[in-house]
Structures are given as structure tokens and as C-alpha cells.
């Protein structure tokens, strides 16, 4: 074997590896859709996250929303497909992100789920707290699977500082 064929071959095991990874386990229940949610784009500066994971965690119509406050002082709301989000995070997010649930409040009503969830980021796994908010999920259940289908949040550093109720 020549040392491109061992290297094509290479290649198509690795793509071969990636496209069968299977990510079942993180749609069974909406805590394990949440807990993917968080682990999926939490890491390290440079590493690499898991993006065909995001991808599967979410109905292809969902959206990400952020809000923010412009340095006019107006409120602002962007909406992004996940691919759009991917790439929003991928290029301005150059230091370590780590985000972690601190509570949440779940409602479900047959196919709807609503969960409120509220957040802590880092730059830094054990570093200080850079902001806390509020992450609004809306999730879809078929009967078999939880599907993301809005992430709405709003940070504190928009102006709201988080009520004690959503802390404890």
C-alpha cells in the first residue's frame, strides 16, 4: 500500500467514524437534551466542539434568539438558524466558554415542553463568573425523541439582574 492510499483510507475511516456517531442518548428526555444543550458548546479555547451534535439536538426550523443592549441603550433581538449560531459563536468566541444551568423550571403539556433556564457562563471552567441569564427552551416531543425548536435568552448584562427566584 502506497502512503497515499493509507492516507485516503485513513480519511474515509475518519469520515466514516464521524458521520456514525450516534447522539440518541441526548434526546431521551428533556434532561438529557439540556445537559447536551450546555456540554456541546463548553470547552476550552481551540477545542473543537461537537457541532454535528448541536445540529441533532434541534428541529430543522428552530432558532437561536439572544437579546442584548446596544451601546445606544435599545433592547435587540437576533434570530439565527443553528447553522447561523455555529457560525456566530465560532468566530467571537475566542477565549474559553463554559456555561452551566444554576436552575430550571420545566413545563410540558403533550408535544410542548417549556423550560426555563438559568445560566451561568465562564471564560475558565473553575474561573469567575463573566455573566448569569436566562435561557428560554422550547423543546418538541414526537413521542419518541426531544427536539430543540427556540433558544430564547436574555443575559443579565442586558440589564436585568436575575430574581432569586430562577437562582435558587
Same mark, same amino acid.
Given at each position: 500500500m502506497t502512503k497515499y492510499s493509507?492516507?485516503?483510507? @485513513?480519511?474515509?475511516t475518519l469520515i466514516a467514524s464521524a458521520q456514525t456517531k450516534d447522539y440518541s442518548k441526548d434526546v431521551v428526555s428533556v434532561d *438529557?437534551?439540556?445537559a447536551a444543550l450546555y456540554e456541546v458548546i463548553s470547552g476550552d479555547p481551540g477545542t473543537p466542539r461537537d457541532w454535528d451534535r448541536f445540529r441533532y @439536538?434541534?428541529?430543522?426550523?428552530?432558532q437561536l434568539l439572544p437579546t442584548r443592549k446596544t451601546t445606544e441603550g435599545t433592547l435587540t433581538l437576533? *434570530?439565527?438558524?443553528?447553522d447561523e449560531y455555529i457560525q456566530f459563536f465560532s468566530t467571537r468566541i475566542t477565549t474559553g466558554f463554559f456555561e452551566r444551568e444554576l436552575h430550571r423550571t420545566t413545563e410540558q403539556y403533550g408535544t410542548v415542553v417549556h423550560v426555563f433556564s438559568t445560566y451561568e457562563t465562564r471564560e475558565k471552567k473553575d474561573g469567575p463568573v463573566t455573566n448569569r441569564g436566562i435561557n428560554s427552551i422550547q423543546l418538541f416531543f414526537d413521542g419518541k425523541r426531544y427536539s430543540i425548536v427556540n433558544v430564547f435568552w436574555c443575559a443579565e448584562s442586558a440589564g436585568f439582574p436575575l430574581p432569586d427566584k430562577y437562582i435558587k
Open positions: 493509507t492516507a485516503v483510507l @485513513l480519511i474515509i *438529557a437534551t439540556i @439536538l434541534f428541529q430543522p426550523e428552530a437576533r *434570530a439565527m438558524k443553528p
